[in-house]
C-alpha cells in the first residue's frame, strides 16, 4: 500500500475513533471480527441498542461458534446521518479491526458512503435498517435483511382504498427512503382508483409538524399516508395529528409501520388507536419461533418496552453472516460469502423470507397491522392481514 493511502487511512482512523462505543470479548487466531455501525447514542439510540439486542439473541440461541471459528462483535457509534463518519468508522474497522463482514447501517445516505469500500476492503456489508432500493445496485457485496420504504409501502395503498377512501396527502420525509415510500404510494393508490392530491416532503430533522397538519387540513383530504424514519419525530408526528384535531375531523392516518414502533406505543396511546400500518414485523407476531426471539432479545436490550424492528434484522443478519463464514470455510472471500446467500431460505421471527438470488434483498410477508390493546391490556401493533412473497418493487425491472 501507498503511504499516502495507508496515511489517509490511519487519519480517518483517528477520527472514527473519536465515535468508537465498544468491543466484545478480546479477539483469538481463530476468532472472526463483525463490525457493526449504528446510533449507539443521541436521538437515535434506541435503533441502535436493537441492533445490539438482535444480534446478542442471535449469539445466545446459536453459540458464538461457526465452523469452529469464534465470532466477535465490534460496535462502533454513528448517533445521526453523517455519511463522512459512516465512511471514517468502516475504513476503521475494515483497516485497523481486521473485520470480515459489515453490519448494521440505520440511515440510506450512511450505507451509501460504505459501499465504495467493499470490493477494495473485500468485505460483504449485511443491511439490518437502512432502506432506499437503490443500496442495492451501488455493490454487489450487498445483502438487505430489514425491508425498502416501496416493499412496505405498496400494500398500504389498496388496504386503504378498500377502506373507501379516495383523496390523499402524503407526507415523508425529504431523503431516499421518504422519495420512495412517496412513490409507491402513490403508484399503489392510483392502480386502486384512488388520488394523491397533494405530496409534502419534510427535512429529515424536521420536528414542528403544525404548519404540515394545517396543508393537511386545507387539501381536505380524506386520509393521509406518511413515512417518517423511527425516532422522536415520528412520535411527535402521530401526536400532532391526533392533537391538531385531524383524527377527531375523521381523516384517516396510514402509514408504513415506522410510525408506531413499539416502543412508542404506551407514550401514544389513543392517538394511535385505530392506525393502520404496514410492516414486515410486530413484536406481538404469533409464532413459536417469536416467541423464543422477543425472550432472548427482551434479555439483552434489558427491558421489553424497548424492543422494536431494528432488532429483528439484526438477528436475521447474523444469520446471514454464519452463513457466509461457514460457505467460505472461515477465509476471507466477500464475493463467495454473498453468492452463497443468494436465494437462501429459512423461518425468521418475523415469518417465512428468502434471500432474491437477483438482488440480494429479502422477500417477506407484508402485514397490515392495527393498533389496538392485546388481553393485557398492552397497545401492540395487532396483525389483521399478510400479504406474503413481497420482494421490493423499488428494484423491478
Known amino acids: 500500500m501507498q503511504k499516502t493511502s495507508f496515511g489517509r487511512l490511519l487519519r480517518a482512523g483517528a477520527l472514527a475513533l473519536a465515535g468508537a462505543w465498544g468491543l466484545s470479548v478480546a479477539a483469538s487466531a481463530d476468532t472472526i471480527k463483525v463490525g457493526i455501525i449504528g446510533p449507539f447514542s443521541g436521538p437515535f439510540a434506541l435503533q441502535g441498542k436493537n441492533f445490539q439486542a438482535g444480534a446478542e439473541a442471535w449469539l445466545a440461541q446459536n453459540g458464538k461458534t461457526v465452523a ?5 462483535l465490534v460496535y462502533r457509534d454513528l448517533p ?22 459489515l453490519g448494521g447501517v440505520y440511515f440510506t445516505p450512511d450505507a451509501m458512503a460504505i459501499t465504495p469500500l467493499l470490493k477494495q476492503g473485500n468485505v460483504p456489508l449485511v443491511i ?8 442495492m445496485t ?24 378498500d377502506r373507501g377512501i379516495k383523496k390523499f396527502v402524503s407526507v415523508v420525509t425529504d431523503y431516499g427512503p421518504g ?25 429529515l430533522n424536521t420536528t414542528e409538524f403544525s404548519p404540515i397538519m394545517q396543508r393537511i387540513r386545507d387539501a381536505g383530504a380524506q386520509g393521509v399516508f406518511a413515512f417518517l424514519p423511527s425516532g422522536p419525530p415520528t412520535l411527535g408526528f402521530v401526536k400532532a395529528f391526533s392533537d391538531t384535531g385531524l383524527k377527531q375531523a375523521g381523516v384517516k392516518l396510514f402509514a408504513t409501520g415506522d410510525l408506531t ?5 404506551p407514550a401514544l396511546g389513543e392517538a394511535a388507536s385505530g392506525m393502520v400500518t404496514s410492516f414486515h414485523y410486530a413484536v406481538s407476531h404469533d409464532s413459536e419461533i417469536n416467541k423464543r426471539f422477543v425472550a432472548a432479545a427482551d434479555k439483552a436490550i434489558g427491558a421489553p418496552d424497548l424492543l422494536s424492528f431494528p432488532a429483528v434484522g439484526a438477528y436475521d443478519g447474523m444469520f446471514i453472516i454464519s452463513k457466509m463464514i461457514a460457505a467460505t470455510g472461515g ?8 453468492e452463497a446467500v443468494k436465494g437462501l431460505a429459512w423461518e425468521s421471527p418475523r415469518g417465512p423470507v428468502k434471500i432474491d438470488p437477483e438482488t440480494r434483498h429479502i422477500t417477506q410477508t407484508i402485514y397490515l397491522r392495527e393498533v389496538a390493546k392485546d388481553a393485557q391490556g398492552r397497545w401492540i401493533n395487532k396483525e389483521i392481514a399478510g400479504v406474503p412473497d413481497q420482494k421490493d418493487p423499488g428494484l423491478a425491472k
Do not use: C, W
Open 68 to 72: 469452529g471459528h469464534d465470532i466477535e
Open 261 to 265: 414502533q413499539e416502543s412508542d406505543l
Open 138 to 161: 451501488s455493490s454487489p457485496l450487498v445483502v438487505r435483511t430489514s425491508f425498502t420504504t416501496a416493499q412496505t409501502a405498496t400494500p398500504i395503498g389498496k388496504a386503504a382504498v
Open 128 to 135: 439490518f435498517n437502512a432502506a432506499t432500493s437503490a443500496i
Open 331 to 338: 477465509k476471507q472471500d466477500a464475493e463467495k460469502a454473498v
Open 80 to 101: 445521526t446521518a453523517n455519511p463522512q463518519q459512516a465512511r471514517a468508522l468502516a475504513q476503521e474497522l475494515i483497516v485497523r479491526d481486521k473485520v470480515q463482514y
Open 179 to 203: 422519495v420512495d415510500a412517496e412513490g409507491a404510494f402513490k403508484k399503489a393508490i392510483e392502480a386502486a382508483g384512488g388520488e394523491v392530491v397533494e405530496s409534502i416532503r419534510m427535512p
